[in-house]
C-alpha cells in the first residue's frame, strides 16, 4: 500500500511562486514515475508534469514549460513542485500520484493518488 500526502498549496497573486511537496509512505514505495496533475471545476484531471523516479527524466505540459519545475528526493520519498509565474489558469486542485508501469505519461498508470491541494492564483 502506498500513501500519498501533498501540501503547499494555497492562494498567491499573478507572477508570484508557489512550490508543492509530495510525501509518499508505504511498505516499500519503488514507483516508475510520479507526477502531478490538476483538476480545474468542470474540468478533466490532466498531467501537469511527471519525473521517472529512477533516471529522473521529466515531462511537461506546454503550457508550464518555462515556468514550473518537478523534482523528487529518493532518500526521503518526496516529490515536488516548484511553480513560478503563476498565472490565473494555473487555478486547480494538484494531486501528485505513483505510477508503476511504464506508460508514464498516461494517467490511466497512475494506482495511487493524494488528496489533493488547492491553489489559487489571483489576477
Known amino acids: 500500500q502506498v500513501r500519498l500526502a501533498e501540501s503547499g498549496g494555497g492562494l498567491v497573486q499573478a507572477g508570484g511562486s508557489l512550490r508543492l511537496s509530495c510525501a509518499a509512505a508505504?511498505?516499500?514505495?519503488?514507483?516508475?514515475?510520479m507526477g502531478w496533475f490538476r483538476q480545474a471545476p468542470g474540468k478533466e484531471r490532466d498531467i501537469v508534469a511527471a519525473i521517472t523516479w529512477s533516471a529522473g527524466s521529466t515531462y511537461y505540459r506546454d503550457s508550464v514549460k518555462g515556468r514550473f519545475t518537478i523534482s523528487r528526493d529518493n532518500a526521503k520519498n518526496m516529490l515536488y513542485l516548484q511553480m513560478n509565474s503563476l498565472k490565473p489558469e494555473d487555478t486547480a486542485v494538484y494531486f501528485c500520484a505513483a505510477a508503476y508501469g511504464s506508460n508514464w505519461l498516461f494517467r490511466a498508470e497512475y494506482e495511487y493518488w493524494g488528496q489533493g491541494t488547492q491553489v489559487t492564483v489571483s489576477s
Open positions: 508505504g511498505r516499500t514505495f519503488r514507483p516508475y514515475a
